[in-house]
């Protein structure tokens, strides 16, 4: 469970609400804007990559 603040709201964030189980962490955000900036994904133009811990699913 994580809690945080939002132009003064507060927002509880479980985990319960996504498929994994839990949040991401700093790392995997930062892991996925790293791969993002870097050369390896210059073909990947045009995708989309759903950082949310499989709560929605494309279909």
Not at 2 to 14: C, E, H, W
Not at 26 to 47: F, H, M, N, W
């Amino acid at each position: 469970m994580v809690q945080k603040d939002f132009s003064g709201k507060r927002v509880l964030i479980t985990g319960s609400s996504r498929r994994v189980g839990r949040v991401a962490t700093t790392d995997e955000i930062a892991g996925a804007i790293a791969y993002l900036a870097s050369e390896q994904a210059e073909y990947s133009a045009g995708c989309i990559l759903d950082m949310n811990g499989a709560s929605y699913l494309r279909s």
